[in-house]
């Protein structure tokens, strides 16, 4: 008796945890959109895994896609510019404090326009989306660049960090693109749900 009761409650609790764990499967139109934003990126696999992590409904629409990508860039943008400040600090070498000060420079406006852009979003100025953050993929460019040219050639500090950015500025001008296609109006666009906005930095930025 004591190992028939054991057996069920196994079976119950395997039942239990696998309810847990089953998600529901994303609507088609998410399918697509996900698809479509995600085969624009270097990293179809990560790009597909950072809206999962993130997905709050498997019917998520553009406006909550794009959603995703402001706070997953700004985010990353945020906790990266921590970190060349953090290095720069420590940093000895002249050619690559001037390399990390190019990188603090860049990754200042990475955060400045997509604080712009966020302020942009939650005031359904959708156009102007991606007018903000269309500086940024040239701004993370200069900081690689800075990081790889001699004397320098410490592009290792920054590998993962910058391949990171470079994929969510990817998905967040997509996203930017097909959320002033789709032209929700404010009548039947759901109010966005509240996004953690940065402060504003304090790093300078390019002029």
Known sequence: MAFASKLVLVSLLLVVFLMINIKPSLSQSTEQLIEKICRSTEDYGFCRRTFQAHLKSPNANIVDLTQITLEVATDHATKTHEFIRQTLETAR???????????????????????????????????????????????????????????????????????????????????????????????????????????????????
């Open 93 to 207: 070498d002249p050619a690559l404090k001037n390399a990390l000060t190019e990188c603090e420079n860049a990754y200042g406006l990475i955060m400045h326009a997509f604080d712009l852009a966020v302020v942009s979003f939650f005031i359904r100025d959708y156009k102007n989306i991606e007018k903000e953050e269309r500086i940024t993929p040239r701004a993370e460019a200069s900081c690689e660049a800075s990081l790889y040219t001699p004397p320098n050639k410490q592009k290792h500090i920054m590998d993962e960090r910058s391949r990171e950015m470079r994929i969510f500025i990817g998905m967040s001008l997509v996203s930017a693109q097909e959320l002033v296609r789709s032209r929700p109006t404010s009548a039947d666009a759901p109010a966005p749900a509240p996004l953690y906005v940065t402060p504003p930095s304090k790093a300078s930025v390019f002029h």
